[in-house]
């Protein structure tokens, strides 16, 4: 899937998807299994998720920043050409097909104490949220307002591109909880659950 040209109703489509997959993939999971960790440095599943959530809410909030047309655009927001090639760029980064690693912007690292169970729950209902909201915003009025990444502010983008961002990179990281429940030392489910 190329992530860089959905609209912004595939794109709620698309989070419908994966809200869905979420709960039909990891929503059964024991709080054991959920916390699990490959190793002291590795993420388990709940760790991806607790990072979509948190750089998720983030995303938004830029993303209802810029559309608040009383604040004032800083430099990177006014670029013509510039936003348009960071966002396809980021977009293609993110995509579950990327195979080059990074690190996560410190304000959406996870923790790696106890998460609650309920992890699941809440990305896919957040999730839901992001599309009803994006079923509210108008396409042309997402593709052509430009808002700042929340993570470098340097960095500027569509509201539309941050959709897709979102969108690329909850699926990247649910694959990465995939693999993590795919390796041999994952703690079995408990006989009856």
């Keep these: 899937m190329d992530y860089t040209v959905l609209t912004l109703a595939e794109v709620r489509a698309a989070l419908h998807d994966i ?3 979420a709960q039909d993939r990891f929503g059964g999971l ?4 959920l916390n699990w960790r490959p190793d002291e440095t590795r993420w388990g599943v709940a760790q991806c998720f ?16 810029a559309l608040d047309e009383t604040r004032p655009r800083s430099i990177w927001q006014r670029l013509p050409v510039l936003p348009g090639i ?11 097909a990327a195979t080059r690693k990074f690190i996560a912007p410190t304000a959406a690292r996870p923790v790696f104490t106890d998460i ?33 990444s929340p993570f470098l502010r340097v ?5 539309l591109d941050g959709c897709r961002l979102m969108a690329a990179h909850d699926r990247r990281h649910m694959e990465q ?11 079995a489910a408990p006989v009856g659950r």
């Design 116 to 148: 609650a169970e309920d992890i699941v729950r809440r990305f896919a209902d957040q999730q839901r949220e992001a599309a009803a909201w994006m079923a509210a915003l108008d396409a042309a009025r997402a593709e052509r307002t430009i808002m700042t």
């Design 86 to 96: 960071v966002g396809r760029m980021l977009i293609r980064s993110q995509t579950p």
């Design 155 to 159: 960095i500027a983008y569509s509201v």
């Design 177 to 187: 909880a995939q693999r993590v429940m795919a390796l041999p030392e994952f703690p």
């Design 50 to 65: 607790e990072h979509l959530l948190t750089a998720n809410r983030l995303m938004l909030e830029a993303a209802y920043t």
């Design 30 to 33: 024991t709080g054991t299994q």
């Design 19 to 21: 809200a869905r997959d």
